[in-house]
């Protein structure tokens, strides 16, 4: 069973950037696709970038398409989500996620981290 960690969220103004991390252990990444997400209170948890584990194939939301960058890295467990050009509407609760399959929607993800709080102040 893996477990997952996020970590790299902070206060930010608008048009910084961040770079979350997001660490596995447990076992390793290498064949899983995994998934960001987010969710602002009283709001559903929304996609925002996936990649694939064998292809690389990406994902993006379209409010983040441009600005966000999803990347693994097998050897080290680790997946980043590098965000450039913040804006205050990405301020919300970032999630990572394991699952079978590049997908879009969250019920495809078994496996999710606890989060971490970005919040972009304009």
Known sequence: ?????????????????LRL?????????SSLAMGWFRQVPG????????IGWRTGLTLYADSVKGRFTI??????STVYL????????????YYCAGGPGVSRNRASYSTWGPGTQVTVSS
Do not use: W
Request: with cysteine; charged share 25%; hydrophobic share 35%.
């Open 71 to 76: 990347a693994r890295d097998n050897a080290k």
């Open 82 to 93: 590098h965000m450039n050009s913040l804006k205050p509407e990405d301020t919300a609760v």
């Open 21 to 29: 991390s997001c660490a596995a252990s447990g076992r390793s990444l």
């Open 1 to 17: 069973q893996v477990q997952l960690v996020e970590s790299g969220g902070g206060l930010v103004q608008t048009g910084d950037s």
């Open 43 to 50: 709001k559903e948890r929304d996609f925002v970038a996936a």
